[in-house]
Nanobody, 124 residues
Framework: QVQLVESGGGWVQPGGSLGLSCQVS????????LGWFRQAPGKEREGIAY????????DYAESVKGRCTISKDDEKNTVSLRMHNLKPEDTAVYYC?????????????????WGQGTQVTVSS
């Protein structure tokens, strides 16, 4: 049974930093692409970062480029997202997702497996 469990969300002030983690189980971790997505109230789900577990390639959405770092821990089967210089517009529910071969890795509709999400709120 495929499971993805996010953790690390919470409240942070503008300009602050936050780390999210996604624990993966139920499939071969090293054969997938893992992505981080977010959805703000009233907005569509947006892909913000992904990492190809096989070769380590990463990419980021323009909205977070330079402020986010995605990384993996092959021993712990986790993928993490570190965010810096957070802005109120980063407030959203953040999800991790997995797929063996997403053709467009930042497109949410390319992913079959999803976590339940974790809330990130950026406000003063």
């Amino acid at each position: 049974q495929v499971q993805l469990v996010e953790s690390g969300g919470g409240w942070v002030q503008p300009g602050g930093s936050l780390g999210l983690s996604c624990q993966v189980s139920g499939f071969h971790f090293d054969a997938y692409v893992l992505g981080w997505f977010r959805q703000a109230p009233g907005k569509e789900r947006e892909g913000i970062a992904y990492i190809n577990i096989i070769n380590g390639n990463t990419d980021y959405a323009e909205s977070v480029k330079g402020r986010c770092t995605i990384s993996k821990d092959d021993e712990k089967n986790t993928v993490s997202l570190r965010m810096h210089n957070l802005k109120p517009e980063d407030t959203a529910v953040y999800y991790c997702a997995a797929d063996p071969l997403p053709l467009v890795p930042l497109a949410p509709n390319q992913y079959d497996y999803w976590g339940q999400g974790t809330q990130v709120t950026v406000s003063s």
